[in-house]
């Protein structure tokens, strides 16, 4: 009987439920879709046809890389009429300044100074939101008739301050979003995973997120799987109109699914892919870095509840550890079997098919980093390094150590 249940648990479950995940969880160890080039440009004289886009970048102290980041976005090849509004949340750097010189000799970057953070809001959202406050009310000032808003861009484009984007890109986006019909249109940007850690990590950490929100499912009207990566999001004023603007999300920490969320759920459409031209300039400095990352929003998934971090760990065990337990209990079984099958091949072949099952799933992934094909044979050990950085997350929490934006919002603090 025990040898029975060891098969059963150990085996027959975790191959199930891995064959559930690559076959019929939307696809998401795929790679796909991802934004790539738009079509041939239009005819001249269709510029003016094009939609309005207002970029939207918060930032606070990215001095060392602001200057870049803001040429690349001037360099856009859209034809169309974009501006783009930076917002300066206090930089200590001398961020606003390198940006204010850059908007002397381009009068498409206005350059804004933020207000004191108030209470109940993270600070990305808090600078996002009087970007975005300030573009509309410069429209309704700036129409002639006020009541219709016709200077109201169609779009906001929401770019982090440490994302470099290849000229393509804005016009990709825009033309994926009329394509798609889509309120809510992101790409998950390739970050940096050059070095040490980061070669483990990142690529592991771009699998966990598409299995968690399949980009296939976000795309689909009917499913309530909601995503959107925050680096990149085209957004339109209406719906965000629609779910009461930033403001309604003020104090969300996973901002970007949490938005993506509120758009689908108000009967927005949503699609999601990866942005391989859109680049993250912001290095990792070693493990303790990378562990903060996923320590600043990992119980905030599970909605600071310990239930849900213990059926998180159990799950995690049977998905990664059991198919391990399983080859190795295999290779002892024969010389304690009581049933009349091999039952230790048996279970030693059940482990086996779902630890390929695992790593072929995570292959792509890691090509897509560029990474030697046999990282993804550690997949179960970085299994194991996530879910430890999930309960250190729960540990911060419950001891009141809090997330912020950059000193405010992105790192834990001692306050």
Same mark, same amino acid.
């Given at each position: 009987?025990?040898?029975?249940? $060891?098969?059963?648990? +150990?085996? +027959? ?5 891995? &064959? ?66 930076? +917002? ?14 850059? #908007? ?10 933020? #207000? ?39 779009? =906001? ?19 994926? #979003? ?81 938005? !993506? ?54 799950? $995690? ?11 190795? =209990? ?8 009581? &049933? ?11 482990? #086996? ?20 094909? !046999? ?8 299994? $194991?390094?996530?879910? +430890?950085?999930? &309960? ?24």
């Amino acid at each position: 009987m025990f040898s029975v249940l $060891m098969i059963i648990v +150990l085996g +027959l479950i975790p191959l199930l439920i891995w &064959v559930y995940l690559v076959g019929f969880h939307g696809d998401f160890w795929r790679v796909a879709p991802q934004l790539g080039y738009p079509s041939p440009r239009q005819p001249n004289g269709a510029a003016d046809q094009l939609p309005k886009i207002a970029i939207i970048v918060p930032t606070r102290n990215e001095a060392n890389q602001i200057e870049t980041v803001l040429q690349s976005l001037l360099a856009q090849e859209y034809r169309g009429d974009y501006s783009i509004t930076l +917002l300066d949340d206090n930089s200590s750097d001398g961020t606003g300044d390198i940006a204010r010189k850059l #908007a002397a000799y381009d009068n498409r970057l206005r350059i804004l100074k933020g #207000a004191p953070l108030p209470s109940g809001w993270s600070g990305k959202l808090w600078a996002q939101h009087q970007a975005i406050e300030f573009v509309i009310s410069e429209a309704s000032h700036s129409s002639a008739d006020p009541t219709r808003q016709s200077n109201l861009p169609d779009y =906001f484009w929401l770019s982090d301050a440490d994302i470099l984007h290849a000229p393509h890109v804005l016009a990709a986006l825009v033309e994926k #979003a009329q394509q798609q019909r889509s309120d809510l249109t992101s790409t998950m940007v390739r970050l940096s995973a050059d070095e040490g850690w980061e070669r483990l990590i990142i690529p592991a950490f771009v699998y966990f997120f598409q299995m968690l929100f399949p980009f296939q499912r976000v795309a689909n009207d009917d499913d309530r799987v909601a995503g959107a990566a925050g680096g990149s999001i085209l957004i339109k004023p209406s719906a965000l109109s629609r779910i009461g603007g930033l403001s309604a999300i003020r104090d969300a920490l996973i901002d970007d699914c949490t938005l !993506a969320a509120r758009v689908k759920q108000s009967g927005g459409r949503l699609w999601l892919g990866h942005g391989m031209d859109s680049r993250s300039v912001r290095p990792y400095a070693g493990l303790r870095s990378l562990w903060d990352m996923v320590a600043r929003t990992a119980f905030s998934q599970l909605d600071y509840k310990l239930t849900r971090l213990m059926g998180t760990g159990l799950g $995690m065990l049977l998905l990664y550890v059991a198919p391990f337990a399983a080859m190795a =209990f295999g290779v002892i079984d024969d010389r304690f079997s009581s &049933v009349e099958f091999q039952d230790g091949e048996l279970l030693f072949g059940l482990g #086996a098919a779902t630890y390929f099952l695992m790593t072929i799933s995570f292959l792509p992934t890691i090509r897509s980093f560029g990474q030697p094909a !046999a990282l993804a044979l550690t997949m179960p050990a970085i299994a $194991m390094l996530f879910l +430890l950085m999930t &309960v250190d997350s729960a540990r911060l929490h419950l001891v009141g150590k809090g997330v912020r934006w950059h000193a405010r919002d992105y790192k834990y603090t001692d306050e």
